[in-house]
T-cell receptor, first 114, second 113 residues
Framework: GAVVSQHPSRVICKSGTSVKIECRSL??????MFWYRQFPKQSLMLMAT?????????EQGVEKDKFLINHASLTLSTLTVTSAHPEDSSFYIC??????????FGPGTRLLVL | DAKTTQPTSMDCAEGRAANLPCNHS???????VYWYRQIHSQGPQYIIH???NNETNEMASLIITEDRKSSTLILPHATLRDTAVYYC??????????????FGRGTSLIVHP
């Protein structure tokens, strides 16, 4: 299957700082990328849908000014957690698709905010 | 997208077949059945998908009932590395269209020696 990478795989930051997570589709061009958040022992919760070259669509309850998403190219989307707080600590996962075909997921980024 | 119902947990002996059921009674004609699995602390891994015919690949087989209201994912010879949470999702496959992928709680499969 297609390969999606995420960087970093884990990050620890201080409260109040911003953290950027990158999601790359390595062997295909992704017209759409999705960002999920997963808390321990829970399922994946969709945060936002990102289409290349346009603004992201956020799910209800997800603050767009706190979770900045940029999808500037067909192979790269970034999620920036601004002014991170301990409650933002979670497992962040991206996925990518080409024209709504099969979704391929990245390995995830574990964020710990102290 | 149609909702799905899966058992919360199942277990299977190593080397035996693991049969994971999924109910999707409200599935519509253009919705595909997708299966993913998530091993602890990793991103979900695509397994297989189908519309109405049974499908098989190197990882698993997917059996879809004739009325399409349920399906079964079959891991023919389960190994310890197949221990994971398995998600069944139904979604529209429309080129150029958009959809909102929704993950339920999935089935936690434990393969024991």
């Amino acid at each position: 299957g297609a390969v999606v990478s995420q960087h970093p795989s884990r990050v620890i930051c201080k409260s109040g700082t911003s953290v950027k997570i990158e999601c790359r589709s390595l062997d295909f061009q992704a017209t759409t990328m999705f960002w999920y958040r997963q808390f321990p022992k829970q399922s994946l919760m969709l945060m936002a849908t990102s289409n290349e070259g346009s603004k992201a669509t956020y799910e209800q309850g997800v603050e767009k000014d706190k979770f900045l998403i940029n999808h500037a190219s067909l192979t790269l989307s970034t999620l920036t957690v601004t002014s991170a707080h301990p409650e933002d600590s979670s497992f962040y996962i991206c996925s990518a698709t080409l024209f709504s075909e099969t979704q391929y997921f990245g390995p995830g980024t574990r964020l710990l905010v102290l | 997208d149609a909702k799905t119902t899966q058992p919360t947990s199942m277990d299977c002996a190593e080397g035996r077949a693991a049969n994971l059921p999924c109910n999707h009674s409200t599935i519509s004609g253009n919705e595909y059945v997708y299966w993913y699995r998530q091993i602890h602390s990793q991103g979900p891994q695509y397994i297989i998908h189908g519309l109405k015919n049974n499908e098989t690949n190197e990882m698993a087989s997917l059996i879809i009932t004739e009325d399409r209201k349920s399906s079964t994912l079959i891991l023919p010879h389960a190994t310890l590395r197949d221990t994971a949470v398995y998600y069944c999702i139904v979604r529209t496959f429309s080129s150029g269209g958009s959809y909102i992928p929704t993950f339920g709680r999935g089935t936690s499969l434990i393969v024991h020696p």
